[in-house]
């Protein structure tokens, strides 16, 4: 397993999976990666990431192009909330991945409790195209958590 530090950001390659860690903002020139990743699919998992920008979000959509450039089939896991909602917002940062799983704003109408769990998208692929966020338990009080925010923000990229 190899580490860089990329500004603000530290990733770990243990092939065919790329953990980030930290902030996704101009500092990180991820386009310095792609040289360090080899070839074919790839698995990008976010969830240490806790912070990203417009300039660090067009750092890595070309990061994503590069990648696909070389032919690889990309699958985004553990995708951090900042991100995913980035995702739902602009279609090119969706074009040809694959989201496994995400975390979401999640709500406990039992004891109030806010959370960001992780949500299974293949599990609940059913539902994730239908706009539907699965329920989960709340770590405080076992109550089925709901989305704390519009289904638009965290599934639009399920849409089928
Ligand atoms: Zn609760």
């Not at 089939?73 to 799983?101: F, G």
């Amino acid at each position: 397993m190899t580490s860089l530090r990329l500004g603000r950001l530290d990733v770990h390659l243990a092939p065919p999976r790329v953990a980030f860690t930290g902030r996704i903002d101009d500092s990180a020139a991820l386009a310095d990666l792609v040289a360090h990743i080899p070839a074919g699919h790839v698995v990008l998992d976010t969830d240490g990431v806790t912070f990203v920008n417009s300039i660090g979000m067009r750092e890595w959509m070309r990061f994503v192009r590069a990648l696909r450039d070389r032919g690889a089939t990309i699958t985004l896991d553990r995708v951090a909330d900042v991100l995913m909602t980035q995702i739902n917002m602009i279609p090119e940062l969706a074009r040809n991945v694959t989201v496994t799983s995400f975390h979401a704003q999640y709500v406990c109408s039992g004891c109030g409790a806010e959370s960001a769990p992780l949500v299974d998208a293949v599990l609940h692929a059913t539902a994730l195209k239908a706009l539907q966020a699965p329920r989960l338990p709340c770590q405080e009080c076992g109550t089925a958590m709901e989305l704390g925010d519009f289904p638009e923000r965290y599934l639009t990229v399920f849409r089928g």
